[in-house]
């Protein structure tokens, strides 16, 4: 049996940590499919998650992402402060 590759073991430690990334601009794009793939299979796509990859700009991840119709959620912003002319009621 083979020991793991630095490469795999690289990617392992990423997906534990992936909640805890801030950017993967500087991932080659092979690396960033493989990291997306296990991402998805372990169930660690999170609103913040998705936001990251879809930073990174890679058009495979952003079409693979289309392709599943996953969007980000939209929070409605509420306004802090009424203005004289606006009325809620």
Not at 1 to 14: E, W
Not at 59 to 72: A, D, G, M, W
């Amino acid at each position: 049996m083979r020991p793991p590759s630095l490469l795999s073991l690289t990617i392992d430690s990423a997906l534990r940590h992936i909640a805890h990334i801030t950017d993967l601009s500087s991932i080659p794009d092979q690396i960033l499919l493989e990291l997306f793939w296990k991402t998805l299979q372990a169930g660690k796509l999170t609103e913040k998650v998705l936001k990251l990859f879809m930073a990174t700009g890679n058009e495979q991840i952003l079409s693979f992402i289309q392709s599943l119709n996953i969007r980000p959620i939209l929070a409605p912003v509420l306004p802090t402060r009424c203005s004289e002319n606006s009325r809620f009621m």
